[in-house]
T-cell receptor, first 114, second 116 residues
Framework: NAGVTQTPKFQVLKTGQSMTLQCAQDMNHEYMSWYRQDPGMGLRLIHYSVGAGITDQGEVPNGYNVSRSTTEDFPLRLLSAAPSQTSVYFC?????????????FGPGTRLTVT | AQTVTQSQPEMSVQEAEAVTLSCTYDTSENNYYLFWYKQPPSRQMILVIRQEAYKQQNATENRFSVNFQKAAKSFSLKISDSQLGDTAMYFCAFMKHGAAGNKLTFGGGTRVLVKP
C-alpha cells in the first residue's frame, strides 16, 4: 500500500492564480481531510469528507473548495491564491469505525504564494 | 468547541534522559480520544500514542507513556531514554468520540531537541 499520497510536494504561486492540490489514498478509507500548518502552529482543519459525494467545512474553509467523486481521491482547490494561504498542506484519511480512529497523513505540500 | 494548549514551545534533553511534554485541553465532552503525534524534520506526521478517555489506565508504547488526568483535562507525554531520533515537533491532538470525519483539534506543538 502506498498509503496517502500528495502531489505536488512543493508549489509556488502568484497572487490570484488557482491550483489544485491532489490527494489519494489506497486504504479504502471513508474519511478524508485537509489540514493546513502555519509556522509555529498546529494543524487546522480546512475541509473534510465522510464519503464519496459528501464534504463539509472545517475550521478554516475560506478560499478553498473540495469535492469527493471517488473514495480514493480528495483534491483541494485554491480558487484565487493569496499570500495568507502560504502554508504546508496535509491530507489525511481514516476508517469510519473500529478501535483505531488513527488518521493517516500524507507527506504534505509546501505552498508559497507571492 | 475544543481547544488544545501546549505551553512549552521548546524543550531540550540529553540523550538517554527522560523528558515530559505537557498538554491541556478544554472540552465539555465526556467521550473522546487524545493523541500525540510526532513530526520530524521530514514533515511526516507520525502517531506516537493514543488514549481513550473512558480508560483510566495510562497508555504506553515502548519508551513513550502518557499521564492522563481526565478531571484536570491534562494529557502529558513522557519520553524515556531519549534518542537522537526523537528530535522532532510533538503535537497533542483531541478528537470527540463519533466526530464526523474523525476531526482532530491540534495544539500548537512542542519542539524537542535531543542532545548527544
Amino acid at each position: 500500500n502506498a498509503g496517502v499520497t500528495q502531489t505536488p510536494k512543493f508549489q509556488v504561486l502568484k497572487t490570484g492564480q488557482s491550483m489544485t492540490l491532489q490527494c489519494a489514498q489506497d486504504m479504502n478509507h471513508e474519511y478524508m481531510s485537509w489540514y493546513r500548518q502555519d509556522p509555529g502552529m498546529g494543524l487546522r482543519l480546512i475541509h473534510y469528507s465522510v464519503g464519496a459525494g459528501i464534504t463539509d467545512q472545517g475550521e478554516v474553509p475560506n478560499g478553498y473548495n473540495v469535492s469527493r467523486s471517488t473514495t480514493e481521491d480528495f483534491p483541494l482547490r485554491l480558487l484565487s491564491a493569496a499570500p495568507s494561504q502560504t502554508s504546508v498542506y496535509f491530507c489525511a484519511s481514516s476508517m469510519t469505525s473500529g478501535s483505531t480512529y488513527e488518521q493517516y497523513f500524507g507527506p504534505g505540500t509546501r505552498l508559497t504564494v507571492t | 468547541a475544543q481547544t488544545v494548549t501546549q505551553s512549552q514551545p521548546e524543550m531540550s534533553v540529553q540523550e538517554a534522559e527522560a523528558v515530559t511534554l505537557s498538554c491541556t485541553y478544554d472540552t465539555s465532552e465526556n467521550n473522546y480520544y487524545l493523541f500525540w503525534y510526532k513530526q520530524p524534520p521530514s514533515r511526516q506526521m507520525i502517531l506516537v500514542i493514543r488514549q481513550e478517555a473512558y480508560k483510566q489506565q495510562n497508555a504506553t508504547e515502548n519508551r513513550f507513556s502518557v499521564n492522563f488526568q481526565k478531571a484536570a483535562k491534562s494529557f502529558s507525554l513522557k519520553i524515556s531514554d531519549s534518542q537522537l531520533g526523537d528530535t522532532a515537533m510533538y503535537f497533542c491532538a483531541f478528537m470527540k468520540h463519533g466526530a464526523a470525519g474523525n476531526k482532530l483539534t491540534f495544539g500548537g506543538g512542542t519542539r524537542v531537541l535531543v542532545k548527544p
